[in-house]
Nanobody
């Protein structure tokens, strides 16, 4: 089992940057592909980014491509989401997720989820 704890959320002006972190418990972090998702009230949770086990492959939603970067440090059991050029529409609770073998990198089928961290972007 994997426990995930997100951090790094906060309040930022449009155009600014934030870096989210997701720390995972356990000694098998490199066995998990990792994803980032976000959700706003009244809307479904949506895919943001994902990264493969070694970090060799990354996937992004069109809405964040070119602005967000997902990375991981397997020695630290941590995955990151660097968010640049933030827009008010990026405001959401951001969740990280883990799965040994995602059947759909962009879907909601990941096995483990964190509690989320709030990101608020004001104009």
């Amino acid at each position: 089992q994997v426990q995930l704890v997100e951090s790094g959320g906060g309040l930022v002006q449009a155009g600014g940057s934030l870096r989210l972190s997701c720390a995972a418990s356990g000694r098998t972090f490199s066995s998990y592909a990792m994803g980032w998702f976000r959700q706003t009230p009244g809307k479904e949770r949506e895919f943001v980014a994902a990264i493969s086990w070694s970090g060799g492959s990354t996937y992004y939603a069109d809405s964040v491509k070119g602005r967000f970067t997902v990375s991981r440090d397997n020695a630290l059991n941590t995955v990151y989401l660097q968010m640049n050029s933030l827009k008010p529409e990026d405001t959401a609770v951001y969740y990280c997720a883990a799965d040994r073998r995602p059947s759909d990198w962009y879907g909601m089928g990941y096995d483990y989820w964190g509690q989320g961290t709030q990101v608020t972007v004001f104009s």
